[in-house]
């Protein structure tokens, strides 16, 4: 029987396949791209994905060894800079790698324990894990409709 926590990392990578699998298909030429008059681009939002899950791995789950600059948070727009695909790529298997090894060692109990942030206030650990899912897919689908009807 498959505890908790492995339960969860399961459903994590089967809902983050709606971004990875998109990878491959993105080349550097669409990164600028954007949805009309949509304020963030397709490197944006893969630089803010893996942000946002260094964040999650850092403050929510515990991983303080983790040092993490989330321009994209920080900025809270779309400055031009991610433009170059191979940083982009490995930023967000980075960010994959770390948010899975600091989930990988939440005990069943963990799960259940109250987290503070300002973001989005008092939740369990799983509850916040949930935001984090949503997260990854909530952009996953913004980048698949900027990739396919997005302008420069």
């Given at each position: 029987?498959?505890?908790?926590t492995h339960l969860l990392i399961e459903l994590w990578i089967e809902a983050r396949t709606r971004f990875y699998n998109q990878l491959h298909a993105i080349s550097e030429k669409d990164l600028p791209k954007r949805l009309g008059t949509s304020p963030n681009s397709i490197g944006f939002l893969m630089r803010h994905i893996g942000d946002v899950e260094l964040l999650f791995?850092?403050?929510v789950f515990g991983a303080s060894d983790i040092k993490v600059s989330?321009?994209?948070v920080i900025e809270k727009y779309d400055t031009g800079e991610w433009t170059n695909i191979k940083e982009l790529n490995e930023?967000?298997?980075y960010s994959f790698e770390t948010l899975k090894t600091i989930i990988e060692q939440q005990t069943e109990s963990d799960w259940e324990t109250h987290i503070t942030t300002k973001e989005f206030g008092t939740k369990t650990k799983a509850e916040a894990f949930g935001r984090i899912v949503?997260?990854?897919a909530y952009h996953a689908g913004q980048i698949a409709l900027i990739?396919?009807?997005g302008t420069f």
């Open positions: 029987m498959k505890n908790k791995a850092k403050n989330a321009k994209t930023y967000v298997k949503s997260h990854t990739n396919k009807y």
